[in-house]
Structures are given as C-alpha cells and as structure tokens.
C-alpha cells in the first residue's frame, strides 16, 4: 500500500475519497503537518496502491490475490489500512476518511476498534447504498472496465463533488480535481465502485465508538448532505458536528484553511 507521510506528532491517518487518491490530502497536509504526523495512503487499486493483493507487507500469494479482486469489499480496504498501521508500528491513531474513506474508516472501526483513538468522519455517510444507488455503482463500475474511464467519469462526477461556489469561482480547483479523477487506474475504479456497493450500514460501529469524533460537512455537499452528518453525529456518543459554508463533498480541496482551523485545536485534545 503506497502512503504519503509528513510531519511529527500525533499520528493521523487521512483516507481519500471516490475517485481519486491521496493527492487530495495535500492542500489539508500542508496546513497540519507543523502539529501533527500525516499518513495518507492510496487505497487499493487507486493512485500508486496495487490492486492485486499488493499489501503493506508485500504480495500474497497468487490464489489470495485473485480472490481479493474477486471479492471487492471496503472490510478489504480496511484490512489494508489496519495491515499499514502494523507496518509503521502504531498501535492507535486518529483515523480520518472523506466520502469512500469515511466508509473505509468505518469498516477499520468495526475490524480493529482499539486502533482508533478519533475518528475524523468528512462529507461522508453510514447508511449503506439504496437499491438504485447500488445499481449505479455496478453500471459506473461496468463502464470502467469495458471503456477505461478517460473524459466520462470525470465529467459525470464533477457536479457532484465540488460545491457550486467552487465550481463558479475557483477553476483552478475543477481542473485539479479533473486530473486527479483523470489519473486513476479503471479496474481501480471498478474495484471500488464494487466495494461500496456492497458495504453495510455503519450506524451500529458509530454508536460503539465511545472515543472523540468529528463530522465535517460542507453546506454544498449533495452527495452526502447536512443530514447524512446529522444522523451520524447523533449516533456517536462523543461527536461534534462542523457545517462549512460554501464547501461541497471535497473540503480538503474545496477549503482546506477552514478544515484545517476546526481540526488544529480539536487534534490537539486528542491523546494518542
């Protein structure tokens, strides 16, 4: 599992969103790393991170690769994430995920709950996918593999993932996040889509989780509304919602200086 890693202090693991990879952490790494250590991984089969089984510990064996592709799931995903933090020798950390990562994230918290010392759930969801959002994964994941996903994956998801303030005002920001989309490996995509697709609701992991937790949303976010944060923020014991206004479902991208001026203080509490 390939990782992007900087700074010193208490460790925080940041998970990326759909579709893109840990690149979408930078602007947010930049404003954090003077307090704490980063990690960012690309999950599997997404940026430099292998599809095949290549883990944090090397290449399993060829059966258990195929089956792991075979078997998209984000447990899969988080048994990556969990296998990575025993390779660096952490044995708790703050885990952050955006969107797919928030999921992934979710998946850590019921695998291995006593790896989680915070929990950083941004414009993400528990509830698992409806009958037709689960088709639609399937159909997008479909796609990738038969046609690759150059110019209509990016297109299709662009609306959707930057507020319409950031797509009105900063282009720069719709033509990063274009390139990073642009950049992803199609049987990546496929895998993903399939992970999601099949994920549970995590509501149950939430309302176990007695630790310090923070939801952030952006006012913008269509995919995955206020709402969705709301009914997370009531279901974890010791959660504390933030709305950004103005922000869509990528606020690392979108608003990285307001991101990082809620987090500072509440990392800061947080003992490791």
């Known amino acids: 599992m390939h990782y992007i890693e900087s700074g010193a202090g208490t460790p925080v693991v940041l998970l990326h969103a759909f579709p893109v990879d840990a690149r979408m952490w930078d602007p947010l790494r930049g404003r954090l790393e003077e307090q704490v250590r980063i990690i960012a991984p690309d999950q599997r089969g997404l940026g ?18 195929s089956l792991i592709v075979d078997r998209p799931g984000v447990d ?14 952490l044995p708790r950390v703050v885990l952050g995920g955006c969107s797919m990562g928030g999921y992934v994230a979710s998946a850590v918290l019921r695998a291995a709950p006593q790896r989680v010392a915070g929990l950083l759930l941004v414009d993400t969801k528990a509830a698992a996918d409806t009958e037709g959002q689960r088709a639609n994964r399937l159909n997008v994941a479909a796609r990738a593999e038969q046609e690759g996903i150059s110019g209509w994956l ?10 319409a303030s950031t ?10 996040l274009r390139a990073l989309i642009e950049a992803q490996p199609a049987d990546g995509v ?6 999601m697709a099949s994920r549970p609701d995590s509501l149950a992991a939430l309302r176990g989780f007695d630790g310090p937790a923070m ?4 006012s913008e976010d269509t995919i995955t509304p206020p709402e969705a944060a709301r009914e997370m923020v009531d279901a974890l014991p010791n959660g504390e919602l933030v709305e950004l206004s103005g922000v869509g479902h990528l ?15 509440w990392l800061a509490s947080i003992d490791v």
């Open 48 to 65: 430099e991170s292998a599809l095949d089984g290549l883990s944090a510990r090397g290449m399993v064996d060829e059966r258990s690769a």
């Open 76 to 89: 899969v995903a988080a048994a990556d994430v969990v296998e990575l933090l025993d390779r660096l020798e």
């Open 154 to 163: 990016a297109e299709s998801m662009l609306p959707n993932l930057l507020g």
């Open 167 to 176: 797509r009105q005002r900063r282009p720069e920001v719709v033509e990063e």
């Open 190 to 195: 496929a895998w993903a889509q399939r992970a």
């Open 215 to 218: 939801v952030v949303v952006g």
């Open 251 to 265: 606020p690392s991208l979108e608003a990285p200086d307001a991101l990082a001026q809620v987090l500072l203080p």
